[in-house]
């Protein structure tokens, strides 16, 4: 047997490890610095219909009910939620790279079938292909870079790939509304999204590197027990994991609500389409940018603090949305929205990546994808509903009051102390400290 080489058998796989194969975000700095840059391609998608979307509806098919418009968040947020269990689920067996590159072969087809929709049926099904697309590719990135960085730095890993996805969202949605603005809503917004996806299909397909033989390495040496069900632990039954998986529904609940209604909500104030623009990218662009701040935040501090008063900022500045019609004020309240998603996002992430052992941290981080994008579907149903029979205040109400439930389910159920490995804790005893409940 050569000496820098061991075989290792995984589940599904017969993979050769290499001794000298290095967990760390300095030691694999270029190849993360690739999946940073695929993921600000990955949430420049979502961008791409982010603020013109009611308009669109409402311009090409002539759609006002809300219900009706916000079928397409319905939409995107299932095929989303199924595609991120699946890809969790298939990740080891199949390699994260093909998942990624699957994505995105999904991806190419939207901007066009929306650039040629010639009813709202169609509008839908561009939007299951993009969720589907958005499960595979945020799903796997998501978990290459856990797999590259390992125990110290997940949080600001998470962060960084958060702050890239969603600074793009922000980014491509005021510019998307910019373009709307000058060019109309018909054509024109959804070229952006033709050139992020093929520029994003090249960049996986020749610079990206699976990472399966990172998990082989890092099993050795983990002893993180492991759970009886995958799916019932981290959606019911372990605490931790279940607590993350409640406020992750919650969070695109509430979000799949301001994506859809928002815009809507503005447009009856009479604001202008560059202006709605400029107040619904303010909430994915300071989520974005604050996660390059609270990623690094979750690995030294606590994750439930962190989780419980992000969540209750979040339903504070949902509530009062309603009381005002003033353009700075609601840019004020965008963006402490994006400051309490920011501080929950990559906490979510980096505590299902602390408790659960590295080979079934992929279906696990698929599970609670697959509930917190479902999220979507239950925010635009809710919520539309709501908006159709009561008016949109009260579903901003109802939408917020659940934010702040949720918040408080993390502060009452949610352990103390996210359990750590016996071999980290040796090691590490401060790192445990930090991560010790402050209430």
Known sequence: MKKDKEIRKGRGMGKVVKNNIQQGLKENWKQFVILVIVNAFVGGMIGMERSIFPRFAEVKFGIESKAAILSFIAAFGITKAIANYYTGKLANKFGRKKLLLLGWLIAIPVPLILINATDWNWVLFANVLLGSSQGLTWSSAVIMKIDLVGEKNRG??????????????????????????????????????????????????????????????????????????????????????????????????????????????????????????????????????????????????????????????????????????????????????????????????????????????????????????????????????????????????????????????IRFRMPKIISIPTDIRSRETSFEDKLENQF
């Open 156 to 409: 600001l890993a998470m962060g960084l790939n958060e702050f890239a996805g969603y600074f793009a969202v922000g980014l491509v949605a005021f510019f998307t509304g910019y373009v709307a603005h000058q060019y109309g809503v018909m054509h024109y917004p959804f070229y952006i999204g033709i050139f992020i996806s093929i520029v994003g299909f090249l960049l996986s397909l020749i610079w990206v590197k699976d990472t399966n033989i990172f998990v082989q390495k890092e099993k050795v040496t983990s002893y993180t027990k492991k759970l009886n069900n995958v799916f019932i632990e981290t959606t019911f039954k372990n605490k931790t994991l279940s607590s993350v998986t409640q406020a992750g529904l919650v969070n695109n609940l509430n979000d799949g609500m301001i994506w859809g209604l928002l815009p809507i909500a503005l447009l009856s104030l009479n604001f202008n389409t560059e202006n709605i623009g400029i107040i619904t990218a303010a909430y994915p662009t300071v989520w974005g940018i604050g996660q390059l701040f609270t990623g690094k935040m979750s690995d030294h501090y606590s994750k439930k603090a962190m989780l419980f008063w992000g969540m209750f900022l979040q339903g504070v500045a949902i509530l009062i949305i309603p009381f005002t019609s003033q353009f700075y004020a609601l840019l004020v309240l965008s963006g402490l929205l994006g400051l309490g998603t920011a501080l929950v996002y990559p906490t979510f992430l980096s505590t299902i990546a602390a408790a659960t052992s590295p080979v079934q941290r992929a279906e696990s981080i698929g599970t609670f994808r697959l509930w917190r994008d479902m999220g979507y579907a239950f925010g635009a149903v809710i919520s539309g509903g709501v908006a159709d029979l009561m008016g949109i205040e009260y579903a901003i109400f109802i939408i917020g009051s659940l934010t702040i439930v949720s918040a408080l389910v």
